[in-house]
C-alpha cells in the first residue's frame, strides 16, 4: 500500500505522555495509518531523523474569532506547531447575532481583547445569524482546525438588545438565552463562555453584558450544557479570590461539566497565591469534578530604561516622571525630595502588579564599560556594591548612564521552581495565548515553544513527552475534540515536527498584516521543521505552503444531530 505521507526515523512522542521512541509515521486520507518500521513507499517522504514527531498542539484559548476569517493560518500558530485552535473564549463570540447587534459585539471585542476596530470592521462581514452559520463560513477555507465556544455576551445582547449592559435579564430572557446556547451547541460550538471580570468593560466604558448576569441566569445557561451532557464552560472571573473555589465547585458539581478558570500563575506580588489556589481547587477534582485553572508558560519579563518604562506606571509619582522631558526627568531623579515620595509609593501596602522587591530587577546591560561589574547583580546586589540604598544606587546608575543603562524585571513566572510545580500540576490546563487579541501589545503564539525550549530544555521542570501531553492530549480530552491530539492509527494526522534541542520562540515584533493596514505584532519560532494538518503539509520549515486542509471541529451535540439525520 502506497501511503500520502512518510515521515521517517523520527522520536515519537505521541501525545500519551508515555516515553517517546524512535518510528516511521504513514499517512493515508488524512489519518495516520500506522506507526513503527514501515517498508512501503509514500507519495511524500520527510526525514525526521533527530526531530521529534508529535500530535499537532491545540491552542484552546485563542480570540482568533475575527483574524480565521480573514488568515486562514492564525498567523502565527502553525508557526509553532499549532495545528489547532479554539476560539470564543471570555465570553466574546461573534455569533450568535442579530440585525442591530453586531456593533455592541465590536464594542466589547475593540476594547476587551483590544483589537483594532478598523480591522474588525473592514475584516468581519456579518454574513451569518445563528452559531452553526458562522462555523459555516469556514467549510473549505482553513488551513488550522478550528472550533468554538459561544460567547455569553453575544447571546445576551441578541435576547436583550442594548438592555444587555443595563440590568438583569427577565425570565422570559433567560429562556430565549438558553434557546439560543443549545442552538449554538447544536450548529457546533465545543462549549460556552462568560466574563465576569469587572475591569472587563466596552469601548464605551459599559460593563461587557455577561457582567449583569446573576448567578441564576448563568447557571441556567449552563445548565443547557447539562441537561445534553456536552462541552466545557470557560470562566473569567478576574483576579482569583480564594472564595471563588466554592463557586466552581457548585457549578461544576451542578453541570458534571468541565469547568475551566483563568488563571493560575506565580506572582511575585503575591508568591503563594498560586499554591493556595492549587490546595483550593484539590478538593474539587477529589470529590469528582473537573475545575482546569489555566496556567500561561511565558514569564512576564520586561527589559527597560528609565528612558522608556511602564513597569512603574502603579506609582503616580513614577508615572508622573516618565511622562517629563528627559531632561527634567533627570533632575527630578537627582532630587532628594522626589526621592522620598518615590520611595514612599514602592513601600506602601497597597496592592499592585508590581512586587515591590529589590532582589528581583536585574541590571541587564551597562551603557558604560566600567559598570560592566554590575551585569546580571539584582537591585539589592547592586546597592550591596555600590554601599548605598537600593533606590539612589538604582537612579544613580541610571543618571550616570544617561538613563541608558538597561534593566530586566519580571512579574510573573520569573520563579522556576513554582513554574515548574503549576506547569506538571495535573489540574493544570497550560495555555492562555490569547491569540488574536492584545495584538498592539504583545504575541503569545509562542507559550507551547517555550514551554519545550524554556520549561522542558532549560529548566528541566517536567519531561518532553509531559509537556507534548500537556499541549495536545490534555486540551483535546478536556474539549471532547474527537481523535485528535495523539499519534495513533486512525486518528487525524495533525504533526509539530520540531527540534528537541533548539525549539523556542523569538521576542514579538512588528508586522502590518491586519486588515486596514493595522499594525499588530507577530512572533517567530526557532526549531520547528514542519507543521502537518489532516495530513497536508502547510509549515514545511517555516514556508507556509498556501494548502488549506484545515477543518471545523464541531462539537457532540452537532455530530448527534448529524448521525441522526
Ligand atoms: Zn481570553
Not at 20 to 40: L, N, R
Not at 54 to 61: A, E, K, L, T, V
Not at 165 to 194: D, H, I
Not at 231 to 258: D, M
Request: charged content about 25%; glycine content about 10%.
Amino acid at each position: 500500500m502506497a501511503y500520502d505521507l512518510l515521515i521517517r526515523g523520527g522520536r515519537v512522542v505521541d501525545g500519551s505522555g508515555l516515553p517517546s521512541y524512535v518510528a516511521d509515521v504513514a499517512v493515508k486520507d488524512g489519518k495516520v495509518a500506522e506507526i513503527g518500521k514501515i517498508k512501503d513507499g509514500a507519495t511524500k517522504t520527510i526525514d525526521a531523523g533527530g526531530l521529534a514527531v508529535s500530535p499537532g498542539f491545540i491552542d484552546h484559548h485563542t480570540h482568533l474569532d475575527a483574524q480565521m476569517l480573514w488568515d486562514p493560518y492564525g498567523t502565527c500558530e502553525p508557526q509553532h506547531g499549532i495545528t489547532s485552535v479554539v476560539m470564543g473564549n471570555c465570553g466574546l463570540s461573534l455569533a450568535p447575532v442579530r440585525q442591530g447587534i453586531e456593533d455592541a459585539v465590536v464594542k466589547s471585542f475593540v476594547r476587551v481583547e483590544a483589537i483594532p476596530r478598523k480591522a474588525l470592521e473592514q475584516g468581519v462581514k456579518w454574513n451569518w445569524r445563528s452559531y452553526g452559520d458562522y462555523l459555516d463560513n469556514f467549510e473549505g477555507k482553513l488551513g488550522i482546525n478550528v472550533g468554538g465556544l459561544v460567547g455569553h455576551i453575544a447571546v445576551r445582547h441578541h435576547a436583550m438588545g442594548e438592555e444587555a449592559v443595563e440590568r438583569k435579564a427577565t425570565g422570559a430572557e433567560v429562556q430565549k438565552m438558553r434557546g439560543l446556547v443549545l442552538e449554538a451547541m447544536e450548529g457546533g460550538a465545543l462549549g460556552m463562555s462568560t466574563n465576569r471580570n469587572d475591569r472587563h468593560m466596552r469601548e464605551d466604558g459599559k460593563p461587557v453584558a455577561s457582567r449583569l448576569a446573576d448567578d441564576d441566569e448563568l447557571f441556567a445557561l449552563c445548565d443547557v450544557l447539562a441537561e445534553r451532557n456536552a462541552g466545557v464552560i470557560e470562566t473569567i472571573l478576574g483576579r482569583n479570590k480564594i472564595e471563588h473555589f466554592k463557586w466552581y465547585h457548585e457549578l461544576a458539581k451542578r453541570t458534571q461539566r468541565p469547568i475551566l478558570w483563568q488563571s493560575l500563575q506565580h506572582r511575585w506580588a503575591e508568591p503563594n497565591l498560586w499554591r493556595e489556589q492549587l490546595d483550593a481547587v484539590e478538593p474539587i477534582f477529589k470529590a469528582g469534578y473537573q475545575a482546569y485553572g489555566l496556567s500561561m508558560t511565558v514569564p512576564l519579563v520586561r527589559h527597560f530604561t528609565l528612558k522608556d518604562c511602564q513597569v512603574f506606571d502603579e506609582f503616580p509619582t513614577w508615572k508622573n516622571l516618565m511622562f517629563l522631558p528627559v531632561e527634567v526627568r533627570k533632575q527630578a531623579f537627582a532630587d532628594a525630595d522626589t526621592r522620598k515620595k518615590m520611595l514612599a509609593e514602592l513601600t506602601s501596602s497597597r496592592e499592585t502588579n508590581y512586587h515591590k522587591r529589590w532582589d528581583i530587577p536585574k541590571v541587564e546591560r551597562v551603557a558604560n564599560a566600567e559598570n560592566q561589574k554590575y551585569v546580571g547583580k539584582t537591585l539589592a546586589e547592586l546597592a550591596t556594591m555600590r554601599n548605598q540604598a537600593p533606590l539612589d544606587a538604582f537612579l544613580d546608575l541610571s543618571l550616570e548612564e544617561n538613563l541608558e543603562t538597561i534593566f530586566w524585571n519580571a512579574n510573573n513566572g520569573g520563579d522556576s521552581k513554582a513554574m515548574g510545580e503549576i506547569l506538571r500540576s495535573p489540574y493544570v490546563l497550560v495555555g492562555t495565548s490569547d491569540a488574536g487579541a492584545h495584538v498592539l501589545f504583545g504575541a503569545d503564539f509562542g507559550y507551547g515553544t517555550i514551554l519545550l525550549g524554556l520549561w522542558v530544555r532549560e529548566r528541566q521542570v517536567m519531561t518532553l513527552e509531559q509537556a507534548v501531553h500537556k499541549l495536545t492530549f490534555h486540551p483535546a480530552s478536556i474539549f471532547g475534540l474527537q481523535d485528535r491530539g495523539l499519534l495513533r492509527p486512525g486518528y487525524a494526522a495533525d504533526m509539530a515536527i520540531f527540534d528537541p534541542k533548539t525549539i523556542n520562540a523569538e521576542e514579538p515584533e512588528w508586522a502590518n498584516d491586519y486588515p486596514a493596514g493595522s499594525k499588530r505584532m507577530v512572533q517567530r519560532s526557532v526549531g520547528l521543521h514542519y507543521t502537518i494538518v489532516n495530513g497536508t503539509v502547510i509549515n514545511d520549515q517555516g514556508h507556509m505552503t498556501g494548502e488549506l486542509p484545515g477543518q471545523v471541529m464541531r462539537g457532540p451535540l452537532y455530530r448527534q444531530q448529524k448521525a441522526a439525520a
